[in-house]
């Protein structure tokens, strides 16, 4: 069984940052990232990473603010959160996908738990 593990979600002023990371017990993975639904709301992209190579997708709402970083040795990502806003808070889903590399979420074949990042203003 393919397990991801997330970490690092919490509660934050508007403005301030968190990271949240993620670890793939095993496995090949061609891409890896996050999602995030918030109360209401569809899933939607946060950010993605090809395992090789520059390719990332960002949510338009993000750019500018979000960071991804990988460690393949690790199979772990990294997203690095600043000037977080009310609008951020969500549940953050990891996704890892064997084939895919793009920033739609049906293309992932696997998902962590969620862990809820709460932005109070």
């Known amino acids: 069984q393919v397990q991801l593990v997330e970490s690092g979600g919490g509660s934050v002023q508007a403005g301030g940052s968190l990271r949240l990371s993620c670890t793939a017990s095993r496995g090949y993975w061609h891409a890896m990232g996050w999602f995030r639904q918030g109360p209401g709301k569809d899933r939607e992209l946060v950010i993605t990473i090809a395992r090789t190579g520059p390719m990332t997708y960002y949510g338009d709402s993000v750019k500018g603010r979000f960071t991804i970083s990988r460690d393949n040795a690790k199979n772990t990502v990294y997203l690095q959160m600043n000037n977080l806003t009310s609008e951020d808070t969500a549940v953050y889903y990891c996704?890892?996908?064997?084939?895919?590399?793009?920033?739609?979420?049906?293309?992932?074949?696997?998902w962590g738990q969620g862990t809820q990042v709460t932005v109070s203003s």
């Open positions: 996704a890892a996908s064997r084939a895919y590399r793009g920033g739609s979420p049906a293309g992932y074949d696997y």
